[in-house]
């Protein structure tokens, strides 16, 4: 596996969407870190934008998948709600929506 850059996986992971928003995970501040270790695994801590959120799962697959499909050959991927998401300056606006 060839050495990965932060950027790299952080332009990876705006492939990943939030279906209820239609928005990408990174551009949310749904990814809270990016970690990549000496051995060439890589660790996502994110969050979510409610702990009742149904898609979830869905989320965390979509993030494996787009990593996997980078020739990164173990992901780990850690939830965390702590702080809980705020969402980003000027993405209400960003997204057509009133401010």
Same mark, same amino acid.
């Given at each position: 596996? /060839?050495?990965?850059?932060?950027?790299?996986? *952080?332009?990876r =992971? /705006? #492939?990943?969407?939030? &279906?209820?928003?239609?928005?990408d995970?990174? $551009?949310?501040? *749904?990814?809270?870190?990016? #970690?990549?270790?000496?051995?060439?695994?890589?660790?996502?801590?994110?969050? *979510? $934008?409610?702990?009742?959120?149904p898609?979830g799962?869905?989320?965390?697959?979509?993030?494996?998948?787009?990593? =996997?499909?980078?020739?990164?050959?173990r992901?780990?991927?850690e =939830?965390?709600?702590? &702080? &809980?998401w705020?969402?980003?300056?000027? *993405?209400?606006?960003?997204?057509?929506?009133?401010?």
């Amino acid at each position: 596996m /060839k050495a990965m850059a932060k950027e790299q996986i *952080l332009d990876r =992971l /705006k #492939n990943v969407m939030d &279906p209820e928003v239609a928005c990408d995970i990174v $551009t949310m501040g *749904l990814v809270r870190e990016v #970690n990549i270790r000496d051995d060439g695994s890589v660790h996502i801590v994110y969050t *979510l $934008t409610s702990p009742m959120c149904p898609l979830g799962p869905q989320i965390e697959q979509d993030i494996r998948s787009e990593l =996997l499909s980078l020739g990164i050959d173990r992901v780990e991927i850690e =939830l965390t709600f702590d &702080p &809980p998401w705020r969402e980003p300056e000027g *993405l209400r606006a960003m997204m057509g929506l009133s401010i």
